[in-house]
């Protein structure tokens, strides 16, 4: 697999994020010689993970062990505490990968002193080779190692790379935690469905399928996502009146998303420390 290239692959916090990237990468081809994780938690399924070295500290990697890449995946709050553990690999040959929330390639340059160092916000979707990833570097990648480290989230779906670092704030509000608003909405559908009067099971699988379907179209389709919504639409027909409902200039949905990005933006801002 690509981004593999660099040397071994060591994952750091195997969660929801950094599994959902450790099961894109294995499904596209990643074997288990080719990485490493920490992770603490006794969770069976790593015992699952076949040929996959996990060790719940890092003191359990082999004193040669020598990472491309670190990938670093454990929640922000957690850093302070992880980071002088992998200080020691800081160098030429290694990139560090942070999909951390909020922490800035100055702290990280702070904690691991002179690091090649990308931070990037991907979201879970990765597990299905759909992930969103934003990534910025720092100075000191190489041409390579920005490639590696495209090349692992490319694996698990589309990426922009920017220069502004300041931007990952707002990539974080909207494609980082995006999947929960869009499951948020699911919810929210068949609540709706079955105060209609819909029975719940058939309100929810309408509405998962609904959201499933039109990301699909949206994703084959080369029309704005507003020409797909009128398409929808039908004059004087159903879907217009329930648009006059979410489209309101007020109490709508455009200045209720608009509020809730403004305040996820914050909180990345926030988790700087
Ligand atoms: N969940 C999401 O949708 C997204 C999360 N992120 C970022 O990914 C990071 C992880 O978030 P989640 O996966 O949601 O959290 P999580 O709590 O599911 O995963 C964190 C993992 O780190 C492990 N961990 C704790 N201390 C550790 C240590 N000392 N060494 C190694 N592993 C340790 C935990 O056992 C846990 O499995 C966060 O920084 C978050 O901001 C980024 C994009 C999306
Ligand atoms: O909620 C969070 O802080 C993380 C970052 C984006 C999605 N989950």
Redesign the pocket.
Known sequence: MAGNSMGPLLL???????GAMLDGWRARGLTGAGVAI????ADPRFAALDGVAVHAAPDGLAADFRPGVVVL????Q?MD??LPHYRRFAGPDTVFLS???GKTIAYFEQALGPAAIVRS????PAAVGQGMTVAVPNGAVSPAQRQACDGLLAAVGDVAWVEDEGLIDAVTAVS?GG?AYVFLLIECLAEAGREAGLPADLSMRLARTTVAGSGALVQASTDPAATLRRNVTSPNGTTQEALAVLMAEEGGLQPLMTRAIAAATRRSRELAG
């Open positions: 750091v916090g195997c969660g929801k994020m950094g920490v992770e603490p938690s995946a454990v929640k922000p957690s505490a992880v999909i951390a929330a916000m991907p979201n879970t980082g999947p």
